[in-house]
């Protein structure tokens, strides 16, 4: 059975500032998309960024940069200048191509202080 | 509407009582989800629509939970004679894509129905 695992229960970082959180998977499949939710106290689950394994390139969106290490099975997401409103819960979640359902791991909550 | 919606956005239940609750995916959207999230925890897939058809229900827990989508829209997740280890946030989401192979098609989730069961 695939798994995620977020060892970071909570991290904290200072605005303008850069934050890491890390995440690691377990699965026998090969081909599998990988992706950071945020989860803000609206509880709306909001996509941050999404990985193809089959991709080496690792994907970035604006602030949000991934580091994508297949062979390791990791996925980490950098936050750089960070600001107050990316203070949330933060998913890693996977899933494979042929499933219909994604597989979450158990947050990090992320704090910004001034 | 613009996003998905779900009502109520809480609810409280006394223990043996039915809870229904709603959903109303982003309109044309094909596939709709279930997950549960318990607290401190990441949601867990429930259950999946194609359209009106139930594809998969693997991650139901036990045969009080019953999902459905008749016309293929709004989706209700029924819960029946709740018990206190059922309260949880319970989400919906919808993608436009057809068919399982959704990874490059973004979920959208609701805000979610908080239930309570005392």
């Known amino acids: 059975a695939q798994t995620v695992t977020q060892s970071q229960p909570e991290m904290s970082v200072q605005e303008a500032e850069t934050v890491t959180l890390s995440c690691t998977y377990d699965?026998?499949?090969?081909?599998?998309?990988l992706f950071w939710y945020k989860q803000p106290p609206s509880r709306q689950m909001i996509l941050v960024i999404r990985?193809?394994?089959?991709?080496?390139q690792n994907a970035t969106e604006n602030r949000f940069s991934v580091n994508f290490q297949k062979a390791a099975k990791s996925f980490s997401l950098k936050i750089s200048d960070s600001q107050l409103g990316d203070a949330a819960m933060y998913f890693c979640?996977?899933?494979?191509?042929?499933?219909?359902?994604?597989?979450f791991g158990t947050g990090t909550r992320l704090q910004v202080t001034l | 509407g613009a996003g998905v919606s779900q009502s109520p956005r809480y609810k409280v239940a006394k223990r043996g009582q039915d809870v229904a609750l709603r959903c109303d995916p982003i309109?044309?959207?094909?596939?709709l989800f279930w997950y549960q999230q318990a607290l401190g925890q990441g949601p867990e897939f429930l259950t999946y629509f194609q359209n009106e058809a139930q594809l998969d229900k693997s991650g139901l827990p036990s045969d009080r939970f019953f999902a459905e989508r008749p016309e293929g829209s709004v989706s209700t997740l029924k819960i029946q004679r709740t018990q206190q280890e059922d309260s949880a946030v319970y989400l919906c989401?919808?993608?436009?894509?057809?068919?399982?192979?959704?990874?490059?098609?973004?979920?959208?989730f609701g805000n979610g129905t908080r239930l309570t069961v005392t």
């Open positions: 699965t026998s499949e090969s081909d599998y998309y």
């Open positions: 309109s044309g959207h094909v596939s």
């Open positions: 979640a996977y899933n494979t191509g042929t499933a219909s359902k994604l597989t």
């Open positions: 990985q193809e394994a089959y991709k080496q």
């Open positions: 989401a919808s993608s436009s894509r057809r068919g399982q192979a959704w990874g490059d098609s973004p979920l959208h």
